[in-house]
T-cell receptor, first 118, second 111 residues
């Protein structure tokens, strides 16, 4: 399958700082990328849908000023957690697709990025 | 609502079969998926089933779908220690990529 890579895989930061997580599609052009957050022993919560060249669409309850998403090219989307607090500590996973969503198996996930805010 | 439910834990002995169950809510879902997540890693697509199918078999994996009860199951035959992971079911309402994931079932395989 296609490859989606996230960086960094682990990051520790101090409270109040901002952290950027990158999601790259390595061998295909991702027209759409998704950002998920996974709490311990919980499911993945969709945070936002990101389309190349346009503003991200955020799910209800997700603060767009807190979680800045940029999808500047067809192979890169970034999630910036601004003014991070300990409650933002979580596992963040991106997924990417070049498809329309109507064919199964065309969504590929990154390895995830674990953020710890001290 | 859009809740997809799974039991949290399952423990089986190596060589036995594992059955992981999932209940979903959106009858418009075109596809239903099973993903595997190993510790500290992203999600790996295991298999999927189209909503007009009742069963799909793929090597050691068998997926059963009961649309009437909105129940999906994943059977892993001859479970191995390498199968230990968290298994997520997911539905894609109206065939979109806005997947809704279940809570995940942590499978532990005992040697």
């Amino acid at each position: 399958g296609a490859v989606v890579s996230q960086h960094p895989s682990r990051v520790i930061c101090k409270s109040g700082t901002s952290v950027k997580i990158e999601c790259r599609s390595l061998d295909f052009q991702a027209t759409t990328m998704f950002w998920y957050r996974q709490f311990p022993k919980k499911s993945l919560m969709l945070m936002a849908t990101s389309n190349e060249g346009s503003k991200a669409t955020y799910e209800q309850g997700v603060e767009k000023d807190k979680f800045l998403i940029n999808h500047a090219s067809l192979t890169l989307s970034t999630l910036t957690v601004t003014s991070a607090h300990p409650e933002d500590s979580s596992f963040y996973i991106c997924s990417a697709t070049s498809g329309s969503g109507r064919v199964a198996g065309e969504l590929f996930f990154g390895e995830g990025s674990r953020l710890t805010v001290l | 609502g859009e809740d997809v439910e799974q039991s949290l834990f399952l423990s089986v002995r190596e060589g036995d079969s594992s059955v992981i169950n999932c209940t979903y809510t959106d009858s418009s879902s075109t596809y239903l998926y099973w993903y595997k997540q190993e510790p500290g890693a992203g999600l790996q697509l295991l298999t999927y089933i189209f909503s007009n199918m009742d069963m799909k078999q793929d090597q050691r994996l068998t997926v059963l779908l009961n649309k009437k009860d909105k129940h999906l199951s994943l059977r892993i035959a001859d479970t191995q220690t390498g199968d230990s992971a968290i298994y997520f079911c997911a539905e894609s309402p109206s065939g979109t990529y806005k997947y809704i994931f279940g809570t995940g079932t942590r499978l532990k395989v005992l040697a």
